[in-house]
C-alpha cells in the first residue's frame, strides 16, 4: 500500500501542515484579532494577545470613517473583474490558436510572452503612464484595467495552453470530418470540455488582477471615487492616528466576498490542476 | 453509395517518406480492410482517404469525382475512430446528431435521423445518457450512430475495435458485418489485427512498409500470398517458414531439399531459381500432419486445445516450427516428431521473398 504511512509519519505529516498554515493564516487572525479590539489596546505594553472587550464596533466605525469604503470593495470587484473577462477573451483564442495552429515563430512569440511576464509592472510604469496619458485614459477605471490586462494575458495564455493540448485532438478531428468550422469546434465541443481549466485561468487571471490593481491605482488616477479597495484603505492613516482597527476590519471585508467564491470553486481548481495527469 | 480510387498516393513526413506510391481501386458496396503491421503506414492512408492529412502527391476520386483537395463533408465520408472521440458533454442523442446540428437541419428532421441510426443499433433507450455511462460496446455503436446519420458515401474505420476486450470484439466483428449488410455501404476498415481483416473483409489491402504488399480476397492472400510478408502475416498461426536448397527444376516442379535431408518435389513454377539455390518453403501449420518421413523437429511447447493440439519445435538447424494437429496427438513435450506436408499445400518464396506460383493451388473461394 502506498498510501499507509506509520503513527510517526503521520504525526510528522500534520505536524509540517500545522506550521505551513499556521505561516499563511497568522496574518489573517491577526487582522481579525485587531479588528475586534479598541484602538488603544493595540498599543497597549506589554502587547496582549486576549483581551476582554472585543467587539465589533471597528466594523460599524469604518463605513463612517471612510465614507467611501463601500464603494472601494465594489471598485476592486469590478476592476479585477473587467480585467479578468478582458483578459479571457483575449486569451482563449490565443491560447487555443497556440495550443493547435503551426504558424510561424510559434515557438519565438510564446518565449516573448514569457519574457514579458518576468517584468514587474513596477519596471514600466513610467512609460505606461506616458501611454495611458497619451491616449487620455489617466483618471479612469480604463487606466487600472488596460495595464493589468496587458500583464495578464501572457501568463493566461501559457496556462490555458497547456490545458487545451491535454483535450484529445481527436475530439476535434472528429468534429471536422463532420463539417464543423474551426470556431464551431471552439465553442461546442473545446471550451465545454476546458471549463475547469477555464475557471483556474480566470481564477488565476482575478488573483493576479486584484493583487496588481493597487499599483496602477496609486500611479494612474487621482479619483477617489474609482479607487480600489487596497488604494482605499490610505485614507485610514489620518493626520493623527491610524485607525487600524478599522482598517484590518475594512481589509478583511473586502476580501470576503472573493474568499466566499473561491470557496466554491475549490473543487474546480484542484481538479482543474490535476486533469488529464492520468489517463482514464 | 460510391466507388473510391487512389492514384498513386504518397506521403512524406519530411524527409520520412511514409506512402510510396499506393494505388488502389475499391467497388462499390465493398469492405475493403487495410492491414499491416503498426508503423507500415495504414492510418495515414485513410487519415489521406478522410481528409485530414494531405498527400504530397496523388489524387483521391470518390465516385468518380475528384476529391483530392475537398473537405470530409464534401467528400462523402464519414469517420469512426480508435478512441471513438465521442464528446464527453453531450447526451449520446447530442453526439449522434452533431453533423446534423452543423448542417443545421430541423428538429424534426434531425428526430427522424438519430431514432434511425438509435434503431439500427439498438441505443433507443441510451439516447439521454452520457457516453461515460455506456459500456465500451456501446460507445462503439454510439460513434458508429455518429457517422451513419450523415448517409455518406464512404465509411472510413480506424481501428474501432481495438479498445475492446476479446469477447465484445468478436461479438462487434459481427454487428459490423450485419451492418455494412444492412447499409449496403461502401467502408474502408484499418486494422492490425488480421483475423478481423480475414473475418470481415471482402477484399484485404497488405501494407507494408507504406506500399501495397497485395490486394485482394482474404482467400487469394490465404492460398496465393504474393510475398513471403503477406505469407507470414496472414493466418493463425503464422506460416513457417523453412530454408531450403534447391536440388532441380524441371516440368512436375521444383525439387527442393528441407534441413534433416528430406527432399520434396513441389508443385511450382520454377522458371526465376535454378539448382543451388536457397529459397524458402512455407507451411501453414494446419497443413501439417504427423508422418514418417519428412522434417524432424524436437518439441519445445506443446498447447493442448482441446480440438487441436498446438505444437511448437525447433528443426535440426535451428528454425523455429508451429503445427496444428489433432487434439488427440501422441505427442510429448520434449520427444521430437517427424512432420509431413502434402507438396501441393507447400508455398515457395524465392532470395527476394517473392513467390513462386503454386500450380494446383485450390481453387479460389469467391
Known sequence: MMDRYSKLQMVGIYFAITIFLIFILLPFFEMFMASLRPLEHLFRSPYQFWSDDFSFQAYRDMWVTVPLLGRYILNSIFIAGMVTGLTMIFVIPAAYAYARLEFPFKNLTLGIFLGVNMFTGAVLLIPLYRVLRTMGLLNTYWSMIVPGVAFLIPTGIWLLRSYLEKIPRELEEAAFVDGASRMYTLRRVVLPLAVPGLIVVGVAVFIGAYAQQFLFAITFNQQRELQPLPAGLFEFIGYQDVTWNQMMAAALVGVLPVMIIFLFLQKYLVAGLTAGAVKE | MATL?????????????????????????????????????????????????????????????????????????????????????????????????????????????????????????????????????????????RSIVRNPKIFLFDEPLSNLDAALRGDMRVELSQLHRSLDATMVYVTHDQVEAMTMADRIVVLNGGRVEQFGTPMELYHHPKTKFVASFIGQPNMNLVPATVTGADATGLGVELPGGCQMTLPVEARTVAVGDKVEVGMRPEHVHLGKAGLEINVNVLERLGGVSITYGTAADGTRFCASLPGDARIDEGAPITLGAAPEDCHVFDKSGDVLRRRSAPALVA
Open chain 2, 5 to 145: 480510387d487512389l492514384l498513386s498516393i504518397s506521403k512524406s513526413f519530411g524527409a520520412a517518406k511514409v506512402l510510396h506510391d499506393i494505388s488502389l481501386a475499391i467497388n462499390d458496396k465493398e469492405f475493403v480492410v487495410f492491414v499491416g503491421p503498426s508503423g507500415c503506414g495504414k492510418s495515414t492512408l485513410l487519415r489521406i482517404i478522410a481528409g485530414l492529412e494531405e498527400s504530397t502527391s496523388g489524387q483521391i476520386m470518390i465516385g468518380g469525382d475528384d476529391v483530392s483537395d475537398a473537405h470530409p463533408v464534401d467528400r462523402g465520408i464519414s469517420m469512426v475512430f480508435q478512441s471513438y472521440a465521442l464528446y464527453p458533454h453531450l447526451s449520446v442523442y447530442e453526439n449522434i446528431a452533431f453533423p446534423l446540428r452543423v448542417q443545421k437541419l430541423s428538429q424534426q428532421d434531425m428526430d427522424t435521423r438519430v431514432q434511425r441510426a438509435a434503431d439500427i443499433l439498438q441505443l433507443t433507450d441510451k439516447l439521454q445518457l452520457k457516453p461515460g455511462q455506456l459500456s465500451g460496446g456501446q460507445r462503439q455503436r454510439v460513434a458508429i450512430g
